[in-house]
């Protein structure tokens, strides 16, 4: 795609308020069923499947945000989001329509095969028009709806699974798809251009797709209780590192790669796909230990769970907006992503001392960790795209992306295995508390570590291109 000229202001708030719905819906679907997967569980007669309702929709969005990253720098943002759109408006009907977990659990892939890149397109689509200064403002903008949105649409899958249906939830989905496509193509004009002539390399993308998929499935069995040596996840991982393997030596080669290896030579991406990977396996993975802590901890309810995480669901967007407003006032984008993941290992080193209990420090240490995570999310990603031309901006959106996603699945198995293992064959609720305390303070430790290692590779490359050195403006 070829670089567009520098959008008027009222043009980037038109744009920006048109793909928000996209980014909204992008986050929902990933995070809305957490509350409700028991009931669908009781619902359809099968609970031993609920953990893979997500696990599928995760793994499948991880896999297909670089592909349709890629395909998207080929052919267009519009083109390319009203197929992830299509495809998700597809998923969901099946999903309101499944009538045993196995359907359910295939009709979630495919919903996460098109809703799980939206939020990367998105952002691509965003940096195509808006310069440099400008978009670490409007990225923090998305990047706070996205995150706020993922923590607050759980609330709203158990309300609706409660009082109305479980169907429910993927039958309102699909308003919204349909709101998100209208919004979209009014402020995405059709490609003028036409797309550059290129081969897509199919058989790369289907080995990225068959290994990321192995690996991906035996992590997230690791997060639901088995063994990181068992030989389950062990032979998953091992195949899948071997395809992966042969994808990279095929990319090496091929002349329109889905990943170009060549960004990860680039020390500003490879910083940004560092950081980011630490901070989503601190983000996602808190985010499930935090609440079970409360619940098997100190014996909270559903509802007060919720309403001490509000504290987290509001410190992420403001640390966002935040780090969007400084990006307009310093160059110094590693040294905001350092002070961001800085105030995370803090507050995590505090609950590593004293685990979450649904009280008010709980509460209060949850507000730097939230600003501290926000903080990074639109820098991280501005660094990255200044770093490349204005021709790779889908393809490295899409990478760091996938690197947000990886980070979410690596911290909810490791994070959560730790805790599960030391329940020692019981299921968590019937374990001790004087067993699980010390269990989620390892936890909570190896979590603030993981964000410090986040804040040391910021401040290494803290010399990431200034929004003035834009190359796409």
């Not at 923590?151 to 308003?175: D, K, M, Q, T, V």
């Not at 290994?211 to 091992?238: D, I, K």
């Not at 021709?391 to 490791?414: D, E, H, K, P, Q």
Request: proline share 5%.
């Amino acid at each position: 795609m070829a670089a567009s000229a520098p959008a008027a202001p009222e043009q980037v708030r038109r744009l920006v308020v048109g793909l928000l719905p996209t980014i909204f819906v992008g986050a929902i679907d990933g995070s809305i069923l957490p509350v409700a997967l028991l009931h669908i569980g009781q619902a359809l007669g099968d609970v031993s499947l609920i953990a893979w309702v997500m696990a599928g929709y995760l793994v499948a969005g991880t896999v297909s945000t670089p592909i349709l990253g890629k395909l998207s720098d080929l052919h267009g943002r519009r083109r390319v989001i009203t197929g992830a759109l299509a495809i998700a408006s597809a998923g969901s009907t099946l999903c309101a329509l499944a009538t045993s977990m196995p359907m359910l659990v295939g009709a979630r892939v495919l919903q996460g095969l098109g809703s799980g890149a939206l939020f990367a397109l998105a952002q691509a689509a965003a940096a195509d028009v808006i310069a440099g200064p400008e978009r670490g403002r409007y990225q923090g903008y998305f990047s706070g709806v996205f995150a706020s949105s993922a923590l607050a649409a759980p609330l709203l899958g158990g309300y609706l699974a409660e009082h109305l249906s479980w169907r429910a939830i993927f039958w309102l989905n699909l308003p919204l798809l349909g709101l998100a496509l209208l919004a979209m193509r009014r402020v995405l004009p059709a490609s003028a251009a036409r797309p550059r002539e290129a081969r897509i390399d199919w058989w790369g993308a289907a080995l990225l797709a068959a290994g990321l998929a192995t690996v991906l499935v035996a992590l997230t069995r690791v997060g639901q209780g088995a063994g990181w040596f068992a030989a389950a996840t062990l032979w998953p991982l091992a195949l899948g590192a071997l395809v992966l393997a042969a994808w990279a030596w095929r990319e090496s080669s091929a002349p329109e790669p889905i990943v170009p290896l060549h960004l990860f030579g680039h020390r500003v991406v490879l910083a940004a796909c560092g950081v980011t990977l630490a901070n989503f396996f601190v983000l996602i993975g808190s985010t499930v230990l935090i609440p079970l802590a409360m619940q098997t901890l100190g014996g909270a309810r559903a509802d007060e769970v919720a309403l001490r995480l509000i504290a987290l669901t509001l410190a992420i967007p403001a640390g966002a907006f935040t780090c969007g407003q400084l990006m307009l006032r310093t160059p110094h984008l590693g040294g905001l992503v350092a002070t961001g993941c800085a105030l995370a290992a803090l507050s995590l080193a505090g609950f590593a001392l004293r685990p979450p209990v649904a009280d008010g420090l709980t509460a209060a240490l949850m507000v730097p960790m939230g600003v501290g995570l926000g903080m990074t999310l639109p820098a991280v990603l501005v660094a990255a795209q200044l770093a490349v031309g204005h021709g790779l901006t889908g393809v490295v959106t899409a990478t760091v992306s996938f690197f947000r996603s990886l980070g979410g699945v690596l911290g909810i198995a490791a994070l959560t295995s730790i805790v599960l293992s030391a329940a020692d064959g019981a299921t968590i609720v019937q374990a001790s508390p004087a067993v699980l305390g010390p269990a989620f303070a390892t936890a909570f430790g190896l979590a603030a570590a993981v964000s410090a290692v986040g804040a040391l590779i910021a401040l290494h490359l803290g010399r990431m291109p200034a929004p003035a050195r834009d190359r796409s403006a």
